[in-house]
């Protein structure tokens, strides 16, 4: 998909910004420079496909999921502060997007707790936001 929009881009000239998209653009990214946020799109995706055809996720959706909740909770008891990074609020955003109920609940206010820790949603990026926003 996006090397045919890359291709429709070039071939029309539009500009770049037309084709901005958050999530693409900001969160995906993040997947190729940390495992965990990988995991987690896998996860993501793989439970949105099953989701769209009406099928049982697979067992490796769920060992992404594990893979990605594992890397989580280390980080958020990491002292060093990588508990309340760019990457691993991603990494629970995804993972919230898989879930229901209490524990969607539960990601849910854990992200605005760690924006809080961070100085609140103005403190930052502004690709940050818009990832946020969508």
């Known amino acids: 998909m996006i090397s045919a929009l890359y291709f429709f881009s070039k071939a029309q000239n539009l500009d770049q910004r037309a084709l901005s998209h958050p999530i693409r653009d900001a969160f995906f990214p993040l997947g190729f420079d940390d495992e965990i946020v990988f995991s987690a799109q896998l996860a993501l995706i793989s ?17 992404q999921k594990l893979k990605a909740i594992k890397g989580v909770n280390k980080r958020l008891n990491d002292p060093t502060g990588e508990g309340i990074s760019d990457s691993t609020i991603f990494s629970i955003m995804a993972m919230s997007r898989i879930e229901t109920g209490y524990t969607l609940q539960t990601h849910v206010q854990a992200i605005q707790r760690m924006i809080a820790m961070r100085g609140g949603f103005s403190a930052l990026g502004e690709r940050f936001q818009l990832v946020l926003a969508w």
């Open 47 to 63: 439970f949105q496909q099953a989701n769209f055809l009406k099928q049982t996720p697979s067992t490796e959706a769920y060992a």
